[in-house]
C-alpha cells in the first residue's frame, strides 16, 4: 500500500462525513434542518437529565426519551402543516402538487428531532434489562447527545456544503465539553 492510499481513504472518508451527496441545502432549509437538530438534542437531553436511578430500572426513563422525540417531531410537523396552510401565500403561486413537495420537504427537516432520541433510548433500555448498571446507562445515553451537540458545526458546515475548519471543531468540542459538564454534574450530584 502506498503513502497515497490512507491519505485518498481518509479523504472520501471525509468527504462522506462532511459533504451531502445531493449538495448543500439551500439556506432557508438548512436553517429549518438545524433547527430540529439542535431542538431535538435539547429536548432529549433534558429527558436524559430527568432519568432517575428508578425510573432507569423500571423502563419510564427508555419511554419518556423516546415519547419526548416523537412528540416534539409530531409537534413540529404539525405546527408546520398548520402555518402552511393559515398562510398559504407565503408559498408565493405554488401549486398543490408543489407544496405537497414542500410538506414533504418539512417533514424530512425535522427527523433530526426523532432521530435524537434512538440512541439514548437503547442506551437507558441497557440499563433497563439490567446490561448496564443504571448510572452507566445515563451516562452513555448523556454522552450521545453530547457528542450530537458536539457536532452541531460539522452538521452546519454539511447542509451548507461548505468545508470543516479547525474552528468549527473546536466550537463543537467547547460546546460539548458544557454539556458534558450539565451531564456529569446531573448524574453524579443529582442522584
Do not use: C
Not at 24 to 45: C, F, M
Not at 73 to 79: I, K, P, R, T
Not at 150 to 163: C, F, K, L, S, Y
Amino acid at each position: 500500500m502506498s503513502d497515497a492510499e490512507p491519505r485518498i481513504r481518509r479523504t472520501r472518508l471525509y468527504r462522506r462525513l462532511v459533504t451531502r451527496a445531493d449538495g448543500p441545502l439551500e439556506p432557508a432549509r438548512a436553517a429549518k434542518r438545524l433547527s430540529a437538530y439542535v431542538y431535538g438534542n435539547i429536548l432529549v437531553l433534558a429527558a436524559v437529565a430527568a432519568s432517575t436511578p428508578s425510573s432507569i430500572e423500571n423502563g419510564t426513563a427508555v419511554v419518556l426519551v423516546l415519547a419526548t422525540a416523537v412528540t416534539t417531531f409530531l409537534a413540529h410537523v404539525f405546527a408546520d402543516f398548520v402555518a402552511s396552510s393559515q398562510i398559504p401565500e407565503a408559498h408565493g403561486d405554488a401549486t398543490d402538487e408543489q407544496r405537497t413537495f414542500e410538506a414533504v420537504e418539512e417533514f424530512r427537516d425535522a427527523v433530526p428531532i426523532l432521530s435524537s432520541g434512538t440512541v439514548p433510548a437503547v442506551m437507558l433500555a441497557l440499563g433497563w434489562l439490567s446490561v448496564l448498571p443504571g448510572q452507566w446507562s445515563e451516562l452513555l445515553a448523556g454522552g450521545v447527545i453530547v457528542i450530537r451537540i458536539a457536532t452541531i458545526q460539522m452538521v452546519t458546515e454539511r447542509i451548507r456544503g461548505n468545508p470543516l475548519t479547525f474552528r468549527a471543531i473546536l466550537g463543537g468540542l467547547a460546546t460539548a465539553a458544557i454539556a458534558a459538564l450539565i451531564v456529569l454534574a446531573k448524574v453524579f450530584l443529582g442522584h
